[in-house]
């Protein structure tokens, strides 16, 4: 765990390996999820934001409180706690229903021609992974969830598309997300999830945060709709 | 008991002092571009300083007076009228049911706010009113001012009215020095293009809005051109590939990729955002000792300077 100035009022909490070979994966996830509650509790009035990240969490301070050196001092302390919480694991695991279909997966049966696998398959490989959300922004309320298997990444679109329906689900290299809202998108889209996954009315707005696992489920038409699915 | 919206101007938007808190949702602050302006404003009111103003952006605004209370606008230096008579900026003025408030094109600065006592009546969403266009929230209904839209406020005829002292004024130019906090990504950028970025002059562009402006001038080239996505804090100078800086502003998105040289000071983004298409910055970096005791000394300020009694309307 390294801290970094970000800002007059931002310091970075990075679990980056330097030079890492590989990208950040769960083990950092865990890690950032351990420091944002580790930094919530240790900063409590003085903390004005934290932004959880694939490898790191930004923690933005009130400067006109405390300062620079009480804040790394305070975060420096934690390292003991966060590596304790991260060997416990923590994070929730969330199920989500998705209906697989060209009609909601505009971009599904070309993504399976173009891996040289059935939509079956797809469909099979999209579920069979357990993902780890990594980030939330973009948009409100829009997670990065990944690793999807290899053989089914897919680059984003050359042209985005100007309207995603709300729900979405979709694989852009090898991360894959839903749609929390309309929104313009360039992702490959292969499915929906009848789920909200961003309502500003409900306490929590969001049911996963940075850290948590999620798991697709394949649900059929009729499932789809009884959930409350829109089709297009 | 209410201003009515006459027109809208360019781009008029209700903000408190932002949405805080929320970032872990993807929900970035908003709030007031030039918080100098927008504080000075609340406390010529006589205000709490989270209060609902609106943000007039390159005037253009007219309002209907619905209610007795006191007005005040502070910002950049544009005409404002007040039954078509001048009034000056940075002064609360009594108004009543009937009036009709014009304010005019900028000549120096490009943003206005605009407020009454105890602010707009308006429901808070994730906490603030700030709002946001690009995530549909705060205000009236996530978006911007428009004409007929009825700004709910409360009746007041006891408040005093206050003026800022001329020569305590702003002045809003064409040209500003923005000091900045290396961050720890400056290692990717070699001593020579660090050197470019702060003694050469900086152009604001077009693309210059609420979520940052990207500045035009010789390329910065960094030994990276994307890193693993994290978060964004406000003033955060952003290197893209094509060497041309943004500067992260209020509605700039929570994560990013890009890698950056450091983040501008707060009180010097605030004065960044006066500035029009065409205006030079310079950059300067300074370290992030002084760069609190800039921000102290500017928030003294705010809540101290003395405030005198306007003559008599």
Known sequence: MQLKHAGENAV????????AAAPPGP???AQVRAAAEAARAALQEDLIDLVPSYASLLVIYDALRTDHFSVVHRLQALQGTIEAATAGGGGREIELPVYYSPETGADLERLAREADLTVAEVITLHCATQYTVYAIGFAPGFAYLGHVDSRIAAPRLTTPRQRV???????????TAV?????????NLIGNCPQRLFDPHQDPPMPVAVGD??????IDRQRFIELGGELA | MSLCVRQPGLLSLLQ???RFGQHHLGLTTGGPMDLEAFLLCQRLLGNDPNCTLIECSFGGLELDVETDTLLCVTGAEAPLLINGQPRDLWTSHRVQGGDRVQLGHAEHGCRNYIGVVDGFAVSPQFGSTATVLREGLGGLRGEKLAPGDVLPCRPDTQRRRLQLPATERPHYGAQLTVRVVPGYQQAHFPRL???RFYSSPWTVSQRADRMGYRLEGPPIKGDITGIVSEGICLGAIQIPADGQPIVLLNDRQTIGGYPKLGAALSVDAARMSQLRPGATVHFAAISPH????????????MRHIPLQSPPEE
């Open chain 1, 213 to 218: 696992s999620v798991r697709f489920v394949a």
């Open chain 2, 16 to 18: 408190d002092r932002g």
């Open chain 1, 165 to 175: 329906p709300r729900g979405a689900v979709a694989i852009a290299d090898r991360q």
């Open chain 1, 12 to 19: 970075l909490i990075s679990f980056a390996e330097e030079n």
């Open chain 2, 290 to 301: 002084a760069a609190h005791n800039v921000l102290h000394l500017q928030h003294w300020r």
């Open chain 2, 193 to 195: 293009q660090q050197r």
């Open chain 1, 179 to 187: 749609y929390p809202a309309v929104s313009p998108g360039g992702w």
């Open chain 1, 27 to 29: 083990r950092e996830a």
